[in-house]
């Protein structure tokens, strides 16, 4: 099965910031890479999808890029509202991981 | 509005079955493969299982493979998870997610419901 290394699994950071968590995939996945936030309580909802493309009303500082093994999920400008986990997810072949995910504070 | 709502869940002891529903409304339920993903307390996420649209290929995570049983009813819009031998490290929350079309992402998920399987 692949396996998804993602990092860091927490990251504390102030408004404004810019936020970069990247995820690694054990073998070339393409671009089937997906990415979440989910907050307590909460299902997790979908970011980005297929690496690069924005899912419909999520806001343009979100954005994420790669392929092959090394992908990355940027927050250009960290809200307060953005405090959650974050996770990668692969789709290779019917064989799906999530990410260990990545805790997100504010400072 | 694409909904999705999940029921079934509660407290079972080791070895016992459960099956778990999910209602789906709001988009054309047999066109669209469907997932289960869970969560135990205070962990990460986990793919459990996908069924194809029309029901006819099924795919399930090593960790439960031959003792879960994912189906589906397109009449009755409804997606389900039978779940036999349950073990304590099988309690978690279980959602059920909609493929994205023409894409690898789950772009709906329900709200959830816990398992607990606990003697």
């Known amino acids: 099965d692949i396996q998804m290394t993602q990092s860091p699994s927490s990251l504390s950071a102030s408004v404004g910031d810019r936020v970069t968590i990247t995820c690694q995939a054990s073998q070339d996945i393409s671009n089937s890479i997906n990415w979440y936030q989910q907050k307590p309580g909460k299902a997790p909802k979908l970011l980005i999808y297929d690496a690069s493309n924005l899912e419909t009303g999520v806001p343009s500082r979100f954005s994420g890029s790669g392929t092959g093994t090394d992908f990355t999920f940027t927050i250009s400008s960290l809200q307060p509202e953005d405090i959650a986990t974050y996770y990668c997810q692969q789709y290779d072949n019917l064989s799906i991981t999530f990410g260990q995910g990545t805790r997100l504070e504010i400072k | 509005e694409v909904q999705l709502l999940e029921s079934g869940g509660g407290l079972v002891q080791p070895g016992d079955s459960l099956r778990l529903s999910c209602a789906a409304s709001g988009f054309t339920f047999s066109s669209y493969a469907m997932n289960w993903v869970r969560q135990a307390p205070g962990k990460g996420l986990e793919w459990v299982s996908t069924?194809?649209?029309?029901?006819?290929?099924?795919y399930y995570a090593h960790s439960v493979k031959g003792r879960f049983t994912v189906s589906r009813d397109n009449s009755k819009n409804t997606l389900y998870l039978q779940m036999n031998s349950l073990r304590a490290e099988d309690t978690a929350v279980y959602f059920c997610?909609?493929?994205?079309?023409?894409?690898?992402?789950?772009?709906?998920w329900g709200q959830g419901t816990l398992v607990t399987v606990s003697s």
């Open positions: 069924v194809s649209a029309s029901g006819g290929s099924t």
């Open positions: 997610a909609k493929l994205k079309a023409g894409t690898t992402g789950f772009d709906y």
